[in-house]
């Protein structure tokens, strides 16, 4: 493992460079999400009404969701009632999901715990003696989201994050250690959360209770439907 280590940390060699996307041809878009999306097939065009109708509607849902953290702050059973979840279920406006998701997995609270301060990084550097995913990891990493702006070039700063989380978490989690899932799911959380935030929201997803039985009633929706 020792022999496996230092090659990664050389390609993951961090960039402390601003994200840019750069297309090969004018064929290609990027979505407000942060997917490029091949246009050899040009979309059907909308008009400039309805398109600003959706800008406003959005705006809208915007402002209600800042207005309805702000009341969070002050009632922490707020996200139990019933507008917040009906909220939820209309979707979460991409400005504000870092904040909601957050407070949703009380990542704050987690993060302070005296148990678990320095235990990322504690991880992250016993993965580099006694890690045995490294490979598999990397190698899933190369094929994760890899139209989104963040993982699109390989072994960029994201790539390098997910790297990290996945080896770390395989250590924390012996029982699970790791899987390819994971991957998916940790890539989904560090588009809208930091390194460390990722970690522990994954390592909740996967052992809380509430979240996992949660996870695997939608999943069974899903399915269903």
């Not at 064929?27 to 999306?37: A, I, K, P, R, Y």
């Not at 994760?144 to 390098?160: A, C, G, W």
Request: hydrophobic letters at 35%; glycine letters at 4%; charged letters at 30%.
């Amino acid at each position: 493992m020792l022999r496996i280590f230092p090659f990664f940390r050389l390609k993951y060699a961090y960039i402390n460079q601003p994200l840019t996307f750069k297309s090969p041809t004018n064929l290609h878009s990027l979505c407000s999400f942060g997917f490029v999306h091949d246009q050899k097939f040009p979309s059907p065009q909308e008009d400039k009404k309805t398109i600003d109708k959706k800008l406003e509607v959005l705006a809208q849902r915007e402002r209600k969701w800042i207005k309805m953290i702000s009341k969070w702050k002050l009632d922490k059973e707020f996200s139990t009632k019933e507008k917040f979840a009906k909220r939820v279920h209309k979707g979460i406006p991409d400005k504000v999901r870092n904040v909601v998701w957050s407070r949703l997995l009380n990542l704050n609270e987690v993060m302070e715990e005296a148990k678990n301060k320095d235990k990322y990084q504690a991880m992250l550097s016993l993965a580099r003696v006694h890690g045995t995913e490294a490979r598999q990891i990397d190698s899933d990493v190369n094929r994760q989201f890899r139209e989104h702006i963040f993982f699109r070039e390989r072994y960029n700063l994201k790539q390098q994050q997910l790297f990290n989380v996945l080896v770390a978490y395989s250590m924390y989690n012996s029982e699970v250690g790791y899987c390819q899932g994971m991957s998916t799911l940790a890539g989904m959380l560090l588009m809208y959360l930091g390194e460390e935030e990722t970690f522990w929201a994954l390592n909740i997803l996967l052992t809380d209770k509430k979240a996992v039985s949660y996870t695997h009633l939608r999943a069974h929706e899903t399915g269903r439907n």
